[in-house]
């Protein structure tokens, strides 16, 4: 059974920095590319940040560049995404992702259950 387990979300004041951490479990991820997205209430799922398995290319919505970083670690391949400067329309359930490299939501086969990220103004 593969499970992804998403953690480190929270509620931030705006110009705060949060930190996501995707832990996957099970199966390894060695082989797969990873990316985080978001749906805030009301609104689809979009793209936030993606990094390839080598961790050697990444991209991000326009929304979220030169704020958001998307990392990997070789420990469990975990996925961090360190979020500075958060803005209100940051607030989403933020998901992790593991798949085909992509910007496209419909690549990734493997999602987790989400972590709530809230930016009080």
């Known amino acids: 059974q593969v499970q992804l387990v998403e953690s480190g979300g929270g509620l931030v004041q705006a110009g705060g920095s949060l930190r996501l951490s995707c832990a996957p479990s099970?199966?390894?991820?060695?082989?797969?590319?990873m990316a985080w997205f978001r749906q805030a209430l009301g609104k689809e799922r979009e793209f936030v940040a993606s990094i390839s398995l080598s961790g050697t290319r990444t991209d991000y919505s326009d929304s979220v560049k030169g704020r958001f970083t998307i990392s990997r670690a070789s420990v469990r391949n975990t996925v961090f995404l360190q979020m500075n400067s958060l803005i209100p329309e940051d607030t989403a359930v933020y998901y992790c992702?593991?798949?085909?490299?992509?910007?496209?939501?419909?690549?990734?086969?493997?999602w987790g259950q989400g972590t709530q990220v809230t930016v009080s103004s």
């Open positions: 099970g199966r390894t991820f060695s082989a797969y590319s």
């Open positions: 992702a593991a798949g085909d490299y992509s910007t496209s939501r419909w690549s990734y086969v493997y």
